[in-house]
């Protein structure tokens, strides 16, 4: 009897293990909703004395994480659901009634950015310059003349900035250096519209799987204009491309970009002369984000600079660039010196 109890007992545990193996064969593998990408530095610790321990526990955690969350709960169930996040970006770019989940998760792209930027300088020295070396410390010089003439002109691009966003150092394929702000949740990923080496660096940086994409998955959907119909909203894809309605019926409407890319004169050195290369048109048809600032009156505030220290925390802001970390992205998409 025993003998066919233990029989019976192998029996019943061999089916019970393969029920579980058919159970686990059949369940379809689905993506965890968005996640927050830890820093690779301590938030106890702060950024030296550009952000104190909860300025960036509030920048790096309580918004990022709010984006992430607003941004699962707006997802959920629909087409975007299994979407990295630079998915979402380009595919919400496209369409204007997402424009809510473009501007989260575009949010939160630049946000990341932002902090992979930036790193805690070292313990014996006040910032991380003497990393600048090489290729982008060569540009630097050809286009503004010093290190210190171009954080002049990048400041400058800061203060002039009125409304919330990001200020970039961008490059095209040629390896020209230019100053870019984008405004609100605009971001340079979409207006690029060109797959490269920091399109992909994007989504490393999220810490999601990296997708290749072609040009023409950057390109905007083609689509029929009803006869009669008003013309479709444009795309939320960046702060540089949109139009303008025209302030008068009467006037033609003009490029958000020569209005908001290069405000009149906010680059003009005290003798009238252009600081740096920030026009569009000394730039080619594609650019490249290399690093970017936070422009966004939570990140000074939080840190105690007050409502009118954004002056202050840009001076700060130089202390803690991951120059090491810039220099590598420009040589990804920069041509060989010969």
Same mark, same amino acid.
């Given at each position: 009897?025993?003998?066919?109890?233990?029989?019976?007992?192998?029996s019943?545990?061999r089916?019970?293990?393969?029920?579980?193996?058919?159970?686990?064969?059949c369940?379809?593998?689905?993506r965890?909703?968005?996640?927050?990408?830890?820093?690779s530095?301590?938030?106890?610790?702060?950024?030296?004395?550009f952000?104190p321990?909860?300025?960036?526990?509030?920048?790096?955690?309580?918004?990022?994480?709010?984006?992430?969350?607003?941004?699962?709960d707006?997802i959920r169930?629909t087409a975007l659901?299994?979407?990295?996040?630079?998915?979402?970006?380009?595919?919400?770019a496209?369409d204007?009634?997402?424009v809510l989940?473009?501007?989260?998760?575009?949010?939160?792209?630049?946000?990341s950015f932002f902090l992979?930027?930036?790193?805690?300088p070292?313990?014996?020295?006040?910032?991380?310059?003497?990393?600048?070396?090489?290729m982008l410390?060569?540009?630097?010089?050809?286009h503004?003349?010093?290190?210190a003439h171009?954080?002049?002109s990048?400041?400058a691009?800061?203060?002039?900035?009125?409304s919330?966003?990001?200020?970039?150092?961008v490059c095209d394929?040629?390896?020209?250096?230019?100053?870019?702000p984008?405004?609100?949740?605009g971001?340079?990923?979409v207006?690029a /519209?060109?797959? $490269?080496?920091?399109?992909? @660096?994007w989504q490393r940086?999220?810490?999601?799987? =990296?997708? %290749?994409?072609?040009?023409?998955?950057?390109?905007?959907?083609a689509?029929?204009?009803?006869?009669?119909?008003?013309p479709?909203?444009?795309s939320?894809a960046s702060?540089?491309?949109?139009?303008?309605?025209?302030?008068?019926?009467?006037?033609?409407a003009?490029?958000?970009?020569?209005?908001?890319?290069?405000?009149?004169?906010?680059?003009?050195?005290?003798?009238?002369k252009?600081?740096?290369?920030?026009?569009?048109?000394?730039l080619?048809?594609?650019?490249y984000?290399?690093?970017c600032?936070?422009v966004?009156?939570h990140?000074?505030?939080?840190?105690g600079?007050g409502v009118?220290?954004?002056?202050?925390?840009?001076? /700060?802001?130089w $202390?803690?660039v991951d120059w @090491?970390?810039?220099?590598q992205?420009y040589m990804? =998409?920069? %041509?060989?010196?010969?």
């Amino acid at each position: 009897m025993s003998s066919i109890s233990l029989r019976l007992a192998a029996s019943t545990s061999r089916a019970a293990r393969l029920a579980s193996v058919r159970t686990q064969a059949c369940r379809v593998p689905s993506r965890a909703l968005h996640k927050r990408k830890e820093l690779s530095y301590p938030i106890e610790g702060g950024l030296g004395k550009f952000l104190p321990p909860h300025a960036l526990q509030m920048i790096a955690v309580d918004y990022q994480q709010g984006l992430l969350d607003r941004l699962n709960d707006l997802i959920r169930g629909t087409a975007l659901e299994n979407k990295s996040i630079v998915q979402t970006v380009v595919e919400a770019a496209r369409d204007p009634n997402k424009v809510l989940e473009f501007n989260y998760a575009s949010e939160a792209l630049n946000n990341s950015f932002f902090l992979e930027c930036v790193k805690p300088p070292p313990d014996n020295a006040t910032s991380h310059e003497h990393k600048l070396i090489g290729m982008l410390e060569r540009r630097i010089g050809f286009h503004w003349g010093s290190l210190a003439h171009f954080q002049s002109s990048f400041g400058a691009a800061v203060q002039g900035m009125f409304s919330s966003g990001w200020v970039w150092l961008v490059c095209d394929q040629t390896g020209q250096l230019g100053i870019m702000p984008t405004f609100g949740a605009g971001t340079l990923l979409v207006s690029a /519209r060109k797959a $490269s080496e920091t399109f992909l @660096e994007w989504q490393r940086i999220v810490g999601e799987p =990296v997708v %290749p994409y072609s040009e023409e998955d950057l390109l905007p959907r083609a689509s029929s204009p009803t006869p009669g119909a008003p013309p479709p909203p444009s795309s939320p894809a960046s702060g540089l491309s949109h139009n303008a309605p025209p302030v008068n019926p009467h006037q033609p409407a003009r490029s958000m970009s020569s209005q908001l890319g290069r405000p009149r004169d906010m680059y003009k050195n005290s003798k009238g002369k252009d600081s740096g290369p920030t026009k569009f048109d000394v730039l080619g048809g594609v650019v490249y984000p290399l690093l970017c600032v936070s422009v966004h009156e939570h990140a000074w505030v939080g840190a105690g600079y007050g409502v009118w220290g954004k002056e202050e925390y840009m001076k /700060r802001f130089w $202390s803690v660039v991951d120059w @090491e970390k810039v220099c590598q992205m420009y040589m990804k =998409v920069a %041509p060989v010196e010969r």
